[in-house]
């Protein structure tokens, strides 16, 4: 268990829809990521915050958000679903930002857009 | 920009048998490489990093060099075993100012049969 836990793991829903993953870091860690594992694209940086403030934006998508809140819980918001939105997200925490960083990975929530 | 590129799989394998996973970068400044494996249903999870040139990062039988001149960090193990089928990420960190995030390659699935 690498303490960090999303939220829900499984979510099945339609195009056009929006929905919420959520993600909370384990104890301490400040900086959270966001990735998107597909499987033509592999692992694909979305977005990083670090203790509430946007450090790091990658491949992202208008259409998604994120955000970091007071207690360092995350969500990222996915609106307008498309059938290309299904994929595996994953959050990852971590509790520097130097060389010696490491990241600890969430099991995961797989998207289904239908 | 930093970029990971690493051998398409899947690779399969007989228990014992010898693996190497091909990893070459490409990158500004001397980044952090690492190895992460993901389990079935499980998030990823570090298996090993190198920091500089020539250090050698090693867990569970599993080693790779992080090699400068060739730009490469491919991960070994000598004998493989039935529980070590997974998917493979090399990944590297940049160290200067706006190369910080991680920069994950595609993936290998390792499947080793007893």
């Known amino acids: 268990d690498s303490g960090v836990t999303q939220t829900p793991k499984h979510l099945i829903t339609a195009t056009g829809q929006r929905v919420t993953l959520r993600c909370s870091p384990r104890s301490g860690d400040l900086s959270v990521y966001w990735y998107q594992q597909s499987l033509d694209q592999g692992l694909q940086f979305l977005i990083q915050?670090?203790?509430?403030?946007?450090?790091a934006k990658g491949n992202i998508l208008e259409r998604f958000s994120a955000q970091q809140f007071p207690d360092l819980h995350s969500e990222l918001n996915l609106s307008s679903l498309e059938l290309g939105d299904s994929a595996l997200y994953f959050c990852a925490s971590s509790v520097a930002t130097g060389a010696n960083e490491k990241l600890f990975f969430g099991s995961g929530t797989q998207l289904s857009v239908l | 920009g930093n970029s990971v590129t690493q051998m398409e799989g899947p690779v399969t394998l007989s228990e014992e048998a010898f693996l190497t996973i091909n990893c070459t970068y490409t990158a500004t400044g001397y980044p952090s490489l690492f190895w992460y494996v993901q389990y079935p249903g499980e998030g990823l999870q570090l298996l090993l990093k190198a920091t500089k040139a020539d250090d050698k990062g090693s867990n569970k039988g599993f080693e790779a060099t992080y090699r400068k001149e060739t730009t490469s960090f491919h991960l070994e193990k000598g004998s493989v075993q039935v529980s070590d089928s997974a998917v493979y990420f090399c990944a590297l960190r940049g160290t200067t100012s706006g190369t910080y995030k991680y920069i994950f390659g595609t993936g290998t699935r390792l499947k080793v049969l007893a």
């Open positions: 915050y670090y203790n509430g403030e946007e450090r």
